[in-house]
């Protein structure tokens, strides 16, 4: 049996709610979304592990829910991404190279951050590209006590755009996943994410109306950003915007949306069958941790 063949649960931490996708494969088996206190998640990001991890602990015993197999998608909040370009490099070599050239581009990611990069596919022989991201520590730490202290193991993490990405399954366009406490942008090029950017709505008592006030001031600029700074891959202008997360619960949001950047909003199709109730729009992120073939 294929590792993503095994019985799972994805979870995510968002909109003060823990939700969990339970799943076979690729085959959504049941899901629940358990609220949590404002006292133990602050924009999106878990503040307190040991309170969520007794609330996931308590959902998994009451649900019967697998506690192995775990995979959970955590907000893009602090993190950056940088694309480095390279001379031929010797194999043994690279390593050495690229760590150099992130602490040369990205000073501080390496005191204060997890970093990760990979090799993209050579379009010139003499130059290797490599994607670096770097991710804020306390992330990926408050993800990995929670768990801990809900006595599950946990066998990936994964940023949320990416997660989304793999989901939407669309070679350009905006997807915006617009929850009550955080709001992710991502400008997918050529099937990738190019850009994305976690905004959070800062508020003691964040509501619909707040974020989608929010999410209508920061879209148009963060896609003018993007047309300015990435002027070789620019937002074709019949780009799609997908729309999920609680605050696509709202029917005008789309229509607001389409009046403040001109574009077209739809729904995510992500490859597959899915039960006739399931909640596509706020389980989007954790269909995306389901899809990837291998963790």
């Known amino acids: 049996m294929r590792l993503f063949d095994r019985r799972g649960m994805a979870f995510t931490v968002e909109s003060m709610t823990l939700r969990m996708l339970i799943f076979s494969g690729r085959k959504i088996e049941s899901w629940y979304s358990v609220p949590l206190s404002s006292k133990l998640v602050r924009e999106g990001l878990i503040s307190v592990p040991e309170g969520v991890g007794s609330v996931m602990a308590e959902a998994i015993k009451e649900n019967v829910?697998?506690?192995?197999g775990v995979v959970c998608a955590v907000p893009s909040t602090g993190s950056a991404t940088q694309t480095l370009t390279l001379p031929g490099v010797k194999k043994g070599n690279m390593k050495e190279i690229v760590n150099r050239e992130i602490k040369r581009a990205m000073p501080s990611?390496?005191?204060?951050?997890?970093?990760?990069?990979q090799k993209l596919p050579r379009e010139e022989v003499q130059k290797q590209q490599v994607y670096a991201l770097a991710v804020p520590r306390s992330n990926i730490v408050g993800v990995v006590e929670a768990c801990r202290a809900a006595g599950v193991t946990i066998r990936g993490i994964e940023?949320?755009?990416?997660?989304?990405?793999?989901?939407v399954n669309c070679k350009s366009g905006i997807i915006v996943h617009g929850e009550l406490d955080n709001i992710e942008v991502v400008i997918v090029d050529k099937f990738f994410p190019g850009l994305f950017r976690s905004i959070p709505v800062k508020d003691a008592k964040p509501t619909p109306?707040?974020?989608?006030?929010?999410?209508?001031?920061?879209?148009?600029?963060?896609?003018?950003y993007y047309n300015r700074t990435y002027r070789e891959s620019q937002l074709d202008p019949e780009a799609a915007v997908y729309l999920s997360g609680e605050l696509a619960l709202d029917p005008k949001l789309a229509t607001e949306?389409?009046?403040?950047?001109?574009?077209?909003?739809?729904?995510?199709?992500?490859?597959?069958?899915?039960p006739?109730?399931?909640?596509?729009?706020q389980f989007l992120p954790n269909v995306g941790l389901m899809l990837r073939d291998k963790w």
């Open 109 to 117: 990611s390496l005191d204060v951050d997890f970093v990760y990069w």
């Open 276 to 281: 006739p109730n399931f909640p596509l729009a």
């Open 65 to 68: 829910i697998p506690n192995s």
């Open 209 to 224: 109306e707040v974020a989608s006030q929010d999410l209508l001031r920061e879209l148009p600029f963060t896609v003018d």
């Open 159 to 167: 940023l949320k755009p990416f997660a989304l990405v793999r989901a």
């Open 257 to 274: 949306i389409t009046q403040a950047t001109g574009r077209e909003v739809v729904s995510a199709e992500p490859p597959g069958e899915y």
